[in-house]
């Protein structure tokens, strides 16, 4: 009995051995995994429906702009600077196009104005500043960043807001200077009821750090005050020492299922990647039409997931990848 318990023992011990052997040798045989780009970066100009027949001269001009942003952003971490202020710059110079539903090119609520919401924060202190309702300030993105470092609070709504702006001294406008004529006919024929749009970008700078922003004009036709996802931590906007995330679409359900900080959650405790967990949020737990999403994670990886016909978008990294696209099927980011 002693003899075959021995046996035993030996035949377990070599076999355990040759297991840890074979292990060993696939380790050594699998390519080492790929060094992390020594920066990352995506942007957006919102999810929806972009005709594939607009004009061949607007699809130009939107491809343009989404590369200048790009390009932009990308030397900006190229000589160095730090992330937070490469995705505040993007939005801001977002904010500044008529081609977005941004600051100029805001869309109109139900009374005929615009009102603007904006949301920052930094991966690495999970500082962060969101503004909502404003009505006058040029830069949403740089109010909300003004209450991130400059005030004791997260998040300013309306006049309370605008009044933290009149202190701050950010660069104002009359409502009327944000209007164009395309948002005006949408609203007059309400072509684009219910529709959406936002720009966003993320990044990860040469330090490691990561961070995120969002702004938007909100929904064609708006009721009530309404504000969406876009300036709620967590929903729309959100970013800690993993992960940054900005999103775009119906901003009742981001809110609703807390997307940006969700998936902030799968790859801390979840041990998603990134893009599994994008996936994962945008074509399982969000539904067809309602949205996407960018992302950057703190080994450079980049995801633009979405479920509807398109999404204005680009992607940028220290390896070489420069991309931008508009619709589902174009084979770019």
Same mark, same amino acid.
């Given at each position: 009995m002693r003899r075959f318990a021995s046996l035993s023992l030996l035949l377990l011990i070599l076999a355990g051995s040759g297991l840890a052997a074979a292990v060993r040798a696939r380790q050594q045989s699998a390519p080492p995994p790929a060094p992390r780009p020594a920066w990352? *970066?995506?942007? #957006?100009?919102?999810?929806?429906?972009?005709? %594939? /027949?607009?004009?061949? !001269?607007?699809? %130009?001009?939107? +491809?343009? &702009? +989404? &590369?200048?942003?790009?390009?932009?952003?990308? /030397?900006?971490?190229?000589?160095?600077?730090?992330?937070? /202020? @490469?995705? !505040? =710059?993007?939005?801001?110079?977002?904010?500044?196009?008529? *081609?977005?539903?941004?600051?100029?090119?805001? @869309?109109?609520?139900?009374?005929? %104005? #615009?009102? *603007? /919401?904006?949301? $920052?924060?930094?991966? &690495?202190? +999970?500082?962060?500043? =969101?503004?909502?309702?404003?009505?006058?300030?040029? #830069?949403? $993105?740089?109010?909300? %960043?003004? @209450?991130? !470092?400059? &005030?004791? #609070? @997260?998040?300013?709504?309306?006049?309370?807001?605008e009044h933290f702006a009149d202190e701050e001294r950010v660069e104002r406008v009359s409502n009327e200077w944000f209007s164009t004529p395309e948002r005006l006919e949408q609203l007059e024929k309400r072509k684009a009821e219910g529709t959406f749009g936002t720009v966003g970008a993320v990044a990860l700078d040469r330090a490691g750090r990561l961070a995120a922003a969002t702004s938007s004009g909100g929904l064609t036709n708006k009721k009530w005050g309404r504000i969406g996802d876009v300036p709620v931590i967590g929903a729309g906007t959100y970013a800690d020492d993993r992960v940054a995330v900005s999103c775009t679409g119906k901003g009742e359900e981001f809110i609703r299922h807390g997307v940006a900080r969700e998936l902030a959650a799968l790859v801390r405790y979840g041990e998603r990647t990134a893009a599994e967990a994008a996936r994962i949020l945008v074509r399982e737990r969000l539904r067809e039409g309602d949205g996407g999403l960018i992302a950057a994670s703190a080994d450079g990886e980049l995801v633009l997931e979405f479920n509807t016909a398109g999404m204005f978008r680009g992607a940028a990294d220290a390896a070489g990848r420069f991309e931008v696209a508009i619709w589902s099927a174009e084979g770019s980011p």
């Open positions: 990352a *970066l995506a942007i #957006h100009g919102g999810a929806g429906t972009p005709p %594939r /027949d607009m004009p061949e !001269e607007r699809k %130009r001009a939107y +491809l343009e &702009s +989404l &590369s200048g942003a790009l390009a932009d952003g990308r /030397d900006r971490l190229e000589r160095g600077e730090s992330a937070l /202020d @490469v995705v !505040e =710059a993007l939005v801001r110079r977002m904010e500044d196009d008529p *081609l977005f539903n941004a600051g100029k090119g805001a @869309v109109f609520n139900a009374e005929g %104005r #615009h009102d *603007l /919401d904006a949301a $920052i924060m930094d991966g &690495s202190s +999970l500082a962060c500043g =969101a503004v909502a309702g404003l009505t006058t300030v040029r #830069h949403p $993105i740089e109010l909300a %960043r003004r @209450v991130m !470092e400059r &005030s004791p #609070h @997260v998040f300013l709504v309306g006049a309370g807001a």
